[in-house]
C-alpha cells in the first residue's frame, strides 16, 4: 500500500519539544500547561492542514509526455504537465520514476504551482546505451499551506520509449548536405581536380566557369555564353561495415566504439542518399549479422535505422576472412567500403591484413579505427617519479603504433583514417566527400 499523507519535520520537532517540557514539568509545573497548550495549537494547526490539502480528491493531475524514440549520446527533452485545482498556491516536490538505464535514484525537482493554473516542468535526458527504456510512475508531493502537511500524489505513467542510433546527429547533417553547407559542420570543403563525366545541366557563363566547359551550340542558340555543368557521379554504392567483436566494447565517455561507428555509420549513410548515391550496411563479427543491400529508395533510411538500433557488441574476435567471402559472394559492383574497426597492436593488424588486401582488391576499402584518447591524458599529464617515465614511454610506444599501422595500410594501397571517437562523424564525412571529389570509386 502507497502511503499518501506524511508529516513535514517541524510536526516532529513540535511535538519532540514538548515531550521534552512534559519531563522538565516534573521539577517545573508550569511548563505543563505550556506543553498543552503547544499540543493543542500544533493539533489544530495540523488539521486545518490537513483539511485544506484533503479537500478535493483530485487536487493535482500530471502528466508525462516523451518522444517517440530518444536519441543516443544527445539531450533528449521530457515534458511533465501538472494542473493545480486546490483554491491555493502550493510547493510540490516531484519524483520522476526514471528507466533503471539513469541510475538516477536522486531525480527530484521543485515547483510551485498557481491556483487552477496548469504548469510544465521540462528536463533532458542523455541515454549512453541504445535499447527499449521504461519510465514509471509520477509522484508529486504537495506541501500544505501551513507546510505542516503533505500529501502525496501517485500517477500511473509507466511508458515504453526506445533509444535508436542518434538522429538528432543524422538530420543536422542532412539538413547541411541538402542546402550545400555541410562545411559549417566541420566538413571541409575540397577543390575539384577536372570534372565528373555525370552531366547535370547547361546554365549561362558567369565568371570563374572553366572555359572548357563551353558549349557552343547552345551559346549560338541563347547568343549568349552558355556552358556544360557537371555533377559528381550517382548511384555509387556506399557499405558501412562494422565490426561487432570485442574490440569495439571499449567505453569512451560512456559510449563504447561500437555507439560511435553506429552514429557516424546513420550520418554517413544519409548524406550518401542525399548527394544520389546507394547506402548499403553489413555487421559482423565472427559470422554475418546483417546485411543491407545498398539502394537508395525512399525507405532506405529506414530500414538501416532499424537495423542499427538493434546491433551489440559480442565478446569474441570478428572473423575478416568470412567477411571477404560474403563481400565476393554479395557485391557484385565496385563500392566504397568504409570498415569501423579497431586495432591495438601492429601484430592484431598483420594478422587481418591478408583478408583487407583481398578485399581492396575489388573495392575501394577505407579503414577507420581509433585512437586511445587515455593515452593522450597520459603523455600530458607531469611526471613525478621513475614509474610515470615508464608509464609515460610504453604510452608513446602505442601511440607511435597506431601512426606505424595508418603507413602500414597505406603501403598496401588501403586508404585509412586514425580518429577519436569525437571526431569519427566529422572525419568519416570528409573523407567520404574527398573520395567524390577525387573520383576514386
Not at 211 to 223: F, G, M
Amino acid at each position: 500500500m502507497i502511503r499518501s499523507f506524511y508529516f513535514n519535520k517541524i510536526v516532529y520537532y513540535i511535538a519532540g519539544a514538548a515531550a521534552i517540557l512534559y519531563a522538565l514539568s516534573y521539577f517545573i509545573p508550569s511548563f505543563y500547561r505550556i506543553a498543552g497548550l503547544m499540543l493543542v495549537l500544533l493539533g489544530v494547526a495540523v488539521l486545518i492542514d490537513m483539511i485544506l490539502v484533503y479537500s478535493k480528491n483530485k487536487g493535482i493531475t500530471a502528466s508525462r509526455e516523451l518522444p517517440e524514440r530518444f536519441s543516443v549520446g544527445d539531450q533528449n527533452k521530457v515534458q511533465i504537465r501538472l494542473t493545480n485545482h486546490y483554491a491555493f498556491t502550493v510547493k510540490t516536490s516531484i519524483i520522476d520514476e526514471l528507466p533503471v538505464q539513469f541510475q538516477d535514484r536522486n531525480w527530484i525537482r521543485k515547483l510551485i504551482l498557481q491556483a487552477d493554473q496548469p504548469a510544465i516542468l521540462d528536463y533532458t535526458l542523455r541515454p549512453e546505451t541504445r535499447g527499449e527504456y521504461t519510465f514509471h510512475d509520477i509522484n508529486v508531493f504537495v506541501h500544505a499551506p501551513l507546510k505542516l502537511v503533505r500529501r502525496r500524489f501517485v500517477f500511473e505513467q509507466e511508458q515504453v520509449v526506445k533509444v535508436y542510433p542518434s538522429y538528432f546527429q543524422m538530420r543536422r547533417y542532412q539538413l547541411l548536405a541538402m542546402s550545400n553547407r555541410l562545411q559549417d559542420a566541420g566538413v571541409k570543403k575540397i577543390r575539384k581536380l577536372g570534372h565528373s563525366m555525370e552531366f547535370e545541366q547547361i546554365k549561362e557563363y558567369v565568371r570563374g566557369d572553366d572555359y572548357r566547359t563551353i558549349n557552343w551550340k547552345a551559346s549560338a542558340r541563347k547568343q549568349d555564353l552558355m556552358v556544360n555543368n557537371y555533377t559528381d557521379e550517382r548511384s555509387q554504392q556506399i557499405y558501412c561495415l562494422i565490426n561487432k567483436g570485442r574490440v569495439m566494447k571499449m567505453p569512451f565517455h560512456g559510449m563504447t566504439l561500437l555507439d560511435y561507428a553506429i552514429n557516424a555509420s546513420l550520418v554517413l549513410s544519409n548524406v550518401a542518399l542525399v548527394r544520389q548515391d546507394k547506402a548499403g550496411l553489413i555487421t559482423f563479427e565472427k559470422n554475418l549479422d546483417t546485411f543491407v543491400l545498398a539502394d537508395k529508395k525512399p525507405t532506405q533510411m529506414n530500414q538501416v535505422l532499424e537495423t542499427l538500433y538493434k546491433q551489440k557488441t559480442d565478446f569474441r574476435e570478428a572473423d575478416f576472412e568470412k567477411l571477404f567471402s560474403v563481400i565476393r559472394n554479395r557485391i557484385t559492383n565496385r563500392s566504397l567500403l568504409v570498415l569501423f574497426t579497431n586495432f591495438e597492436s601492429m601484430e592484431s593488424l598483420q594478422r587481418e591484413l591478408p583478408a583487407l588486401r583481398k578485399i581492396a582488391k575489388y573495392h575501394l576499402l577505407l579503414v577507420i579505427f581509433f585512437e586511445n584518447t587515455e593515452l593522450k591524458t597520459v603523455l600530458e599529464g607531469k611526471t613525478r617519479s621513475l614509474e610515470d617515465i615508464y608509464i609515460k614511454t610504453i604510452a608513446e610506444k602505442f601511440v607511435f603504433e597506431k601512426k606505424l599501422m595508418v603507413k602500414e595500410l597505406h603501403k598496401n594501397g588501403i586508404p585509412s583514417i586514425l580518429t577519436t571517437p569525437e571526431g569519427l562523424t566529422v572525419n568519416t564525412v570528409n573523407k567520404y566527400l574527398e573520395l567524390k571529389t577525387r573520383m576514386s570509386i
